[in-house]
């Protein structure tokens, strides 16, 4: 009995040590990415994206560079705030300097003045890659949203 504990108790060591670091940067990545929208941050969240990155929220409207990112959501921000309320990843997958996140998502807004609330659900394609200038090592590069539909 006691050596099988003690085989147990090494595997589970060596599971802890063999955590792969990107999976480790990129949990870091999706929580400073949502303890920034909790802070309404956008500087951090800006820091998160890399400066060449699309985002295609709708058919409808596709946004390019990170500039433009910021400056739209610096709009919704003045109107509302934005609380994750799901956040499911589906998969997760790493391609050497590469990482394609597929999400499950709920936001709910609350609004700041007259706005009526709303909730948006929808699934996600995130495209990261390495980049220096994120504090987690990976940055969004190309991101699009499927809104929910029965």
Not at 58 to 81: H, P
């Amino acid at each position: 009995m006691k050596s099988l504990i003690v085989v147990i108790l090494s595997m589970f060591s060596l599971q802890i040590r063999a955590e792969n670091p990107d999976l480790v940067a990129m949990k870091n990545t999706m929580a400073g990415l949502t303890a920034a929208f909790a802070r309404e941050d956008l500087d951090a969240i800006a820091s998160f994206h890399h400066p060449k990155v699309e985002k295609a929220l709708s058919f409808s409207k596709r946004l390019v560079g990170r500039d433009a990112i910021i400056e739209d959501l610096r709009g919704t921000l003045a109107a509302y705030s934005l609380v994750f309320t799901e956040h499911v990843v589906e998969s997760l997958e790493f391609y050497g300097d590469t990482c394609v996140e597929m999400t499950r998502f709920t936001i709910r807004g609350e609004p700041k003045g007259s706005a009526l609330p709303f909730t948006f659900r929808g699934r996600a394609m995130v495209v990261y890659v390495r980049h220096s200038g994120s504090p987690t090592g990976w940055a969004s590069i190309r991101e699009v949203i499927q809104p929910y539909t029965e």
